[in-house]
């Protein structure tokens, strides 16, 4: 049986859309480091479901305190991608 959050397609395609958000993000970024244009990063490859999933399940008050790979919650939780390339550009 599945899980309530997983009988909702629209649920579904919204964590589908911020994993492949992440997944793109981080393609971006990875390409920006590797040119010199970004500083240290790093790739969240393949770990999108984690960040992603753990945002789903905070409530709207808990704290999130991003330390590494953790883009997906980031933007899940309203973080854009600019502000995340300002972060890792050290501005």
Do not use: I, K, N
């Amino acid at each position: 049986m599945l899980p309530e959050f997983a009988r909702d397609p629209s649920a579904l395609r919204r964590l589908y859309r911020a994993m492949t958000l992440t997944r793109v993000f981080d393609a971006r970024a990875l390409t920006l480091q590797r040119t010199g244009r970004l500083g240290t990063y790093p790739s969240s490859l393949g770990q999108e479901a984690v960040a992603v999933g753990l945002a789903d399940a905070m409530r709207a008050a808990d704290v999130l305190v991003p330390s590494f790979r953790e883009h997906g919650a980031q933007l899940l939780r309203g973080v854009t991608a600019t502000e995340l390339f300002l972060y890792w550009g050290g501005d």
